[in-house]
């Protein structure tokens, strides 16, 4: 791993967050004000390495925690297009951070930049004041994205492009924490994506990888392999055959 570019800051801490569960499942906490990654400034961002990205992925969350790092985010999307990278955009829409006004305008001019668009259901339905998976998906294409991949919880995700658009299923897992879901999604959607350039079938894995997340606590630990998330697709493909001849 390269940590050539992480700054690090005399004057700002770790940020953190927490998770705790209740009867809705998980909820955030956050330690962010004044942490080291909100005082980030466009002008530390590694213009070399953006220079050489093949794909730059950013999300909500790096805009909201302060004006500046919602800066410098702007001008890494701007260096990476100019450069020829592929870009993602999250949306990651945390109203602890940011109020919904703000949030709306900044994500959606962000996403406007982006090739890829990966809105979650609830949020988008905030952030966009629409309902339908496909109203959604409409209104994030018309921004300007090449692809939306929007997240539907157990229902899978519905990936839409200008030329077709398809609800691409889950697989079934007993879950137990949503935790990281989103972001385990998100990873696997992009490394298979860049690997197959075909956006389907980088969703077919992304949700299977996402779901076996959810089998254990926490955001990081439960993340599976490749091996695992193979092995889950082909006993998934097993059975639906079995099913269709049954």
């Not at 980030?40 to 961002?45: C, V």
């Not at 500046?68 to 990476?80: F, G």
């Not at 955009?89 to 602890?96: A, E, F, G, P, V």
């Not at 980088?202 to 998330?229: D, F």
């Amino acid at each position: 791993m390269d940590r050539s570019t992480v700054i690090t800051r005399r004057n700002g801490h770790t940020g953190v967050y927490f998770i705790t569960y209740g009867p809705n499942g998980h909820e955030f906490t956050y330690a962010r004000a004044g942490s080291a990654a909100s005082l980030i400034t466009e002008t530390e961002l590694p213009a070399e390495l953006l220079a050489n990205v093949r794909v730059l992925h950013v999300s909500g969350i790096s805009q909201a925690i302060s004006e500046s790092a919602s800066d410098a985010v702007s001008v890494a999307i701007a260096q990476a297009k100019a450069a020829g990278a592929l870009v993602s955009y999250d949306t990651n829409l945390r109203l602890r951070l940011w109020p919904l006004e703000r949030a709306r305008s900044v994500i959606h001019r962000a996403i406007a930049q982006a090739d890829i668009a990966r809105p979650g259901l609830d949020d988008a339905r905030q952030l966009t004041g629409l309902r339908t998976p496909d109203e959604i998906a409409d209104f994030y294409l018309d921004l300007g994205p090449k692809i939306v991949a929007l997240t539907l919880g157990e229902q899978g995700c519905l990936i839409a492009t200008p030329e077709a658009r398809r609800v691409v299923p889950g697989i079934r897992v007993e879950a137990v924490d949503a935790s990281g879901a989103g972001d385990t999604f998100g990873g696997a959607f992009l490394a298979e994506y860049v690997k197959t350039g075909d956006p389907f079938v980088a969703a077919q894995y992304a949700n299977a990888a996402a779901a076996l997340q959810t089998r254990g606590h926490g955001a990081v630990a439960p993340m599976p392999t490749r091996t695992e998330v193979m092995d889950a697709l082909a006993v998934e493909a097993a059975f639906g055959a079995h099913h269709d001849r049954s």
